[in-house]
């Protein structure tokens, strides 16, 4: 074992790297200019929903985690629904993070 590891650092150590590409080197034809058919880089995949055009009443679904289990559950409940308990459950880790011992309040 310990002769096959002593090898294997032998022919990384005798093997000579590339050579570096030099600072001069010209960009590929295909990078040069963009022509009027190129596509950029960027994928655009949709258009998200302006907030005017979100109904509070609409009845969105997600999975969610329950505290002490792994399996997810899946939570339907309108968007407005949502957005209240997201704020009580805020007020209530902001109450539980106030009243910590040793948080200076």
Do not use: Y
Request: glycine content about 6%.
């Amino acid at each position: 074992m310990l002769g096959a590891l002593l090898t294997v650092a032998v022919l990384f150590a005798q093997a000579t790297p590339d050579a570096a590409p030099t600072a001069s080197a010209a960009p590929p034809a295909s990078m040069a200019k963009p022509s009027a058919n190129s596509v950029s880089g960027v994928t655009v995949t949709g258009k998200k929903k302006q907030r005017d055009d979100v109904d509070p009443k609409e009845v969105v679904c997600h999975s969610e985690m329950p505290i002490g289990s792994r399996f997810p559950q899946k939570i339907c409940a309108r968007r407005e629904e949502i957005a209240e308990r997201r704020q009580v459950d805020q007020m209530e880790v902001r109450r539980w993070t106030a009243l910590r011992p040793g948080s200076g309040n």
